[in-house]
């Protein structure tokens, strides 16, 4: 009896084993195809459109950290803070009550810009130049180190900064420009412009 239910249920004959395994479906190579494109956008996304350009953005985010750093313990202290921008980098300066002068802040050191990156200030408006770097040669002997230090940016203990417009540019042809905004009150965002002056 076993045997006639086994001879009732056969099916049609299968096909030999290497026929429906010689290749890849459709379903399977645009799935694939998918994944690899995936990949490929995020590897893209991930190193951006140039080295120089990440590099630029990297920079001006950097200082935007710096200014956002400063005017929240400028507040937490109570005590005023500036940065000096040069030509080549910034310091940041902290002000002396009982000196009345500018002094390098404590436990800080000034800070270099790549030589390709330049700076343009504007306060108010009106463009700044911003100073070279001073030589020991330059420096006079009886007026003291301190009195020559003046930042452009200001970083108030009540919260405050003074309104500012910064391009941080590349010097290289066809190099891209970022910029820093602050109208007194809201913090400096890097944001990039999109044509070259």
């Known amino acids: ?25 459709l379903i399977e190579l645009l799935v694939v195809i998918v994944i690899i494109g995936c990949m490929l956008s995020l590897a893209v996304f991930s190193m951006g459109s ?15 950290s710096v200014i956002a750093l400063l005017l929240e313990e400028a507040t937490l202290d109570n005590r005023e803070y500036g940065l000096q921008l040069r030509n080549d980098g910034y310091r940041v300066l902290a002000y002396d009550d009982t000196n009345g002068l500018w002094a390098p802040a404590p436990q800080t050191v000034d800070y ?3 030589s390709w990156i330049r700076l343009d200030l504007q306060l108010e408006g009106a463009a700044l130049k911003l100073p070279q770097v001073a030589s020991q040669v330059d420096e006079d002997d009886e007026m003291p180190a301190n009195a020559k230090l003046q930042p452009q940016l200001l970083l108030l203990s009540s919260g405050e900064l003074s309104p500012f417009h910064l391009q941080l540019s590349d010097r290289r ?3 891209q420009v970022y910029e820093l905004v602050s109208d007194g009150f809201s913090l400096p965002q890097a944001t990039a412009i999109q044509g070259r002056k």
């Open 1 to 25: 009896m076993f045997m006639r239910r086994l001879a009732g249920c056969r099916s049609a004959p299968r096909p030999p084993y290497g026929r429906y395994r010689a290749g890849f479906t």
């Open 50 to 64: 140039s080295g120089g350009g990440r590099e630029l953005r990297g920079e001006t985010e950097r200082l935007a």
């Open 112 to 114: 270099r810009l790549p």
């Open 173 to 175: 042809p066809a190099g």
